[in-house]
C-alpha cells in the first residue's frame, strides 16, 4: 500500500507542481508576448490533456484504493474534498482553461491587449482559486479531517 500512497502524493505533486509553475511563468511570458507566448501557452492547454488530467484521474483512483484499504468512510471530510477537488479542478480544465488558454493564445499572435488582459486575468483568477483548493484539499489529507470509519 506504500507504492500507492506514493503514486498519489506524486499525483498530488504533479498537479501541483504544474499549478506553480504556470503562475511564475505565465506572466514572464505575457511580457515577452507574441509567438513564443501564444506557444507557452498552447502547451498549458497541452498540459491539461497530457499532465493534468492523468494526474487527478491517479489521485482519483489510488486515492479511493487507499480509502478503502483503511477502512475511511466516504463521508470523511479530507476524502469529500478530495473528490471535490477533482471535479472542481476537470470542470475548470474543460469549461475554462483548455478554451480560454486557446483564446489567449490566439490574442498574443493577433497582438489583442485589450483581450489579453481580460482573458490572462481570468486564466490567474481560476487560477488561484485550483491551486487554493488543491491546497486545501491536501491540507485535509494531511491532517485526515473528519476522518470516520
Known sequence: MELV???HILAAAAWFGANVTQMIVNPRMGKIGGV???EWMRSTVLMGKVLYGPA???ALITGIILAIDRGYSFGSTFITL????????AGLGIRVFGPVGEKVAEAY?????AELKSLTA???NF???DILLLTLAMASMVMTWGARF
Open 5 to 7: 500512497l506514493l503514486i
Open 36 to 38: 513564443a507566448a501564444a
Open 56 to 58: 487527478a484521474i491517479v
Open 82 to 89: 478530495g473528490f471535490v477537488t477533482v471535479v472542481v479542478g
Open 109 to 113: 499572435e493577433s497582438d489583442n491587449e
Open 122 to 124: 481570468k486564466l490567474r
Open 127 to 129: 487560477g488561484l482559486v
